[in-house]
């Protein structure tokens, strides 16, 4: 129910501006947030914001962390890429206009794959 895209392989220190559109709904009357899965480890919340614009960051580094929306996407950028940043990265919607982003009726989609080296 969302297609994100953006990611791909990148060297430290430079930044990625990843995309989500959805499928099915209007992603404009919803709260998105932003998720992560690194290789062996458990699904991390990392931002959310809601239909008002008002942005709520979860993730502990939030500063190199920026989300964002217009009428259409919902956006992640993620500045000074590290390699623990290496993961793959969801969209969620909550059910509702406000934060948090997550809800009982919606599959996890493909991500989008960010690889950071060097």
């Known amino acids: 129910q969302f297609v994100e895209s953006g990611g791909g392989l990148v060297q430290s220190g430079e930044s990625l501006k990843l995309s989500c559109v959805s499928s099915?709904?209007?992603?404009?009357?919803?709260?998105v947030g932003w998720f992560r899965q690194a290789p062996g480890k458990g699904r991390e919340p990392i931002s959310c914001?809601?239909?008002?614009?008002y942005r709520d960051y979860i993730i502990n580094d939030k500063d190199r962390f920026s989300i964002s929306r217009d009428e259409d996407k919902v956006y992640l950028e993620i500045m000074n890429l590290k390699p623990e940043d290496t993961a793959v990265y969801h969209c969620?919607?909550?059910?509702?206009?406000?934060?948090?982003?997550?809800?009982?009726?919606?599959?996890w989609g493909p991500g989008t794959r960010v690889t950071v080296y060097g």
């Open positions: 969620r919607r909550s059910l509702v206009r406000t934060c948090p982003a997550d809800n009982p009726v919606d599959s």
């Open positions: 099915g709904f209007r992603i404009n009357s919803f709260a």
């Open positions: 914001i809601s239909v008002d614009g």
